[in-house]
Each structure stands twice: as C-alpha cells, then as structure tokens.
C-alpha cells in the first residue's frame, strides 16, 4: 500500500510536469484504455511497460498557411517554402518539448520513449504508420478526426502538429473531446487537387487514397489545401 502512494505522488510531480511544457495543446492516454488494438500493440512494442501516451500540439499560423499553394511553376518563387520553414520550427518546439518530458521521466525513474514532431515510422508499402499521430491525438482528447483524415481541433481546427511521448508514468487521462467538430461541409473533398478524398460512408470518419495524395504533394513541391480551406477556427470565417 505504501508503494502505492509513493508511485502516485511521483506521479503527480509528473502531471506537474506536462503544464509546463512550452506548447499549445497537452493531452494523454491510458495506454490500458486504448480502444485502437493495432495502436496499443504498437506502443507496447516500442516501450513494452508503457502507461501513458502524452500527445502535445502546437498550432500552425494561418498567415503561414495562406502563403501555400498545390501549384508549383518550375523556375518560379515557391512560397511553400516560406511555409516549410514556419513547420520546421514548430517540428523543432514541439520534438524539444517531448524529449524534456522523457527527461523529466527517467530522471524519476520511468522509463521514456520521445517520438518527434518529423512523424512516425511508416510502411512505404502501405502508407501505415506504426502509431498514427492523428489518431493518438484523438485517443488523447485533443480533438477528433474530420473528412479530411486530419484531426480537428475546437482552438486551431486542423491546423495542428503533433509530437508524442511513451511513459511508464501513470498520468491522469484527458477527456474526450467533443464527438463531432468536423463540419461534414465537403469543402476539403471539393477543393482537394489530388482527388485523394471521398465522402465517407455512414460510420466512417473519412475516406482518402493515401497514394494519390503522396504522389500529388511529391510532384507540386507541397500541398496543405485540405487543411487551408477548412472553416472550423479559421480566421477567414470567424472575422
């Protein structure tokens, strides 16, 4: 019994912790709470004694946003960089963020797996990743996956990166987040320029041809229209 008390007031230092950590959005799981089997089992392959998965955010500036474009002329000024290079800082924050959360961690004695804001470890084969940042994003209550497969956020919309941290911790899970903030408005479907979205079917969150979509943003040099265009906490419609 004494153990225990010990462990969840370790704990709480940890909980302590997440608050300070310089983001925008903080939220965990219960890796014994996961519905997502495959997810689950892929967390336990690479940290075998994890409890925890913390997923923190950090918005992505619209103005930055609004300077990119699907279409690319060769020879021309690409703007996408200048957009490129808001992400490269944001990958910097938030991949700096998890690893001084696994520091914290195994300096009290959990063990710590940091998995950077660069993404996940992915299957060329099959486009899978071994944990999907969205997904984990939405088991830990940042918000809940739309038509356009990207998490939408209530604060930011889809205009979001992620980053994630395994820990032996046991934290505090957060809520859920509300069940529905996609508004169903097909304006990601229509707007894409690779085709690669579809509208889902009746139990489906959303449908995309993941091949379509990488070869379309290989070949123009980048394309984020699908989280551009989308309305819900975008400036453009909340003026």
Not at 13 to 18: I, S, V, W
Not at 19 to 45: F, T, W, Y
Not at 159 to 172: K, N
Request: glycine share 8%; net charge positive.
């Amino acid at each position: 019994m004494a153990t225990k008390k010990t462990a969840l007031k370790i704990d709480k230092a940890m909980q302590a912790a997440l608050a300070k950590l310089e983001v925008d959005m903080v939220g965990v799981a219960r890796i014994d709470s996961l519905q997502d089997k495959p997810m689950k089992e892929a967390i336990l392959k690479l940290l075998p004694a994890a409890e925890s998965m913390v997923v923190v955010g950090m918005e992505i500036w619209p103005e930055f946003l609004d300077l990119t474009s699907p279409v690319m002329t060769a020879g021309a000024i690409n703007l996408n960089d200048i957009y490129q290079q808001h992400q490269d800082y944001i990958r910097g924050r938030l991949s700096k963020a998890v690893y001084d959360f696994a520091k914290i961690c195994r300096k009290a004695g959990f063990g710590a797996l940091p998995l950077t804001a660069n993404g996940p470890a992915v299957d060329r084969r099959t486009l899978n990743a071994i944990i999907s940042y969205k997904h984990a994003g939405e088991a830990a209550g940042l918000g809940r996956i739309g038509m356009s497969s990207l998490l939408i956020t209530e604060k930011y919309g889809p205009r979001i990166r992620l980053a994630i941290c395994l820990t032996e911790a046991v934290l505090e899970p957060s809520k859920p987040a509300e069940e529905r903030i996609c508004r169903y408005c097909n304006v990601c479907i229509g707007k894409c320029p690779a085709k690669a979205l579809g509208r889902p079917a009746k139990g489906e969150a959303y449908v995309i041809n993941k091949f379509a979509c990488r070869e379309y943003v290989e070949a123009a040099g980048g394309c984020s229209e699908c989280m551009r265009v989308c309305p819900i906490a975008s400036p453009k419609y909340n003026k």
